[in-house]
């Protein structure tokens, strides 16, 4: 079974800031597609970023591109989503996913993952 911890969520003012991290017991992170999610109050999950196994081919949703970053440390089994210039619309529980794959490829539907983890909350304030 695998199990995803979060952390690095947190308050911040706008145009800070943060690193959040998600570390993966049970199962080699070099095995699965990466998926950030976020949900804000009274709104529908929605997608952030992905990653390929490799890395090499990632995808953000048009709020976040040139903001976040997604990235990868499969020798310490932690994904991250680095996230700058942070607005008050970013407030929102994010949340990591895995899907294990076979393929090198990315998916931005939610339900494609198989893992996910408890959440972490990202409030900004203005």
């Known amino acids: 079974q695998v199990q995803l911890v979060e952390s690095g969520g947190g308050l911040v003012q706008a145009g800070d800031s943060l690193r959040l991290s998600c570390l993966a017991h049970?199962?080699?992170?070099?095995?699965?597609?990466i998926g950030w999610f976020r949900q804000a109050p009274g709104k529908e999950r929605e997608f952030v970023g992905t990653?390929?196994?490799?890395?090499?081919?990632?995808n953000y949703a048009d709020s976040v591109k040139g903001r976040f970053t997604i990235s990868r440390d499969n020798a310490k089994n932690t994904a991250y989503l680095q996230m700058n210039t942070l607005k008050p619309e970013d407030t929102a529980v994010y949340y990591c996913a895995l899907r294990f794959s076979a393929w090198d490829v990315y998916y931005v539907d939610a339900d494609k993952y198989d893992y996910w983890g408890h959440g972490t909350q990202v409030t900004v304030s203005s």
């Open positions: 049970g199962r080699a992170l070099s095995t699965f597609v």
């Open positions: 990653m390929s196994l490799s890395g090499s081919s990632l």
